[in-house]
């Protein structure tokens, strides 16, 4: 009977993580003496780079919730100033929508009162242009 081993993921990594640790344990005692120091001084800028990069993500306060994150704005004027440009152009796009939809109703109203002065004031009465006898005067008029 064979018994088949069955791990999950994160115990997989874990087992991978703490063999990386030991190697590296193991390793950290044969470092020399000023490589272990040089390393230090670059975990030091490193961490030093961390508390900056913490801070600057606190300024502009990216807020992390788990696997997301929010962009909020802050207060005062920078956050006025930065409010206002993220609005403008929604507000010149609805305005310039709004706009144009009011021209084209004006637009589309003054072509058909144009139309129906038109036939309002033409001598022929207006029942004359459904009359499929008046197409075929129209048409013929055409040919010559």
Known sequence: MTKQLHHSGADLQDAVARAIRLHLDDGADAVPRDISERLKVARMQAL?????????????????????????????????????????????????MLVFGVAQDEWTAQEIADVDAELLTDALPPAAYTDPGFVQFLRNNQEN
């Not at 030093?48 to 802050?74: C, I, P, Y």
Request: proline share 2%; net charge positive; charged share 20%.
């Open 48 to 96: 030093s780079k961390r508390k900056r990069v913490e801070e600057a993500v606190r300024t502009n306060l990216v807020v992390d919730f788990g696997d997301q994150a929010a962009l909020q704005m802050g207060s005062g004027l920078r956050s006025l100033l930065t409010q206002l440009g993220s609005w403008l152009p929604l507000l010149v796009l609805i305005t310039g």
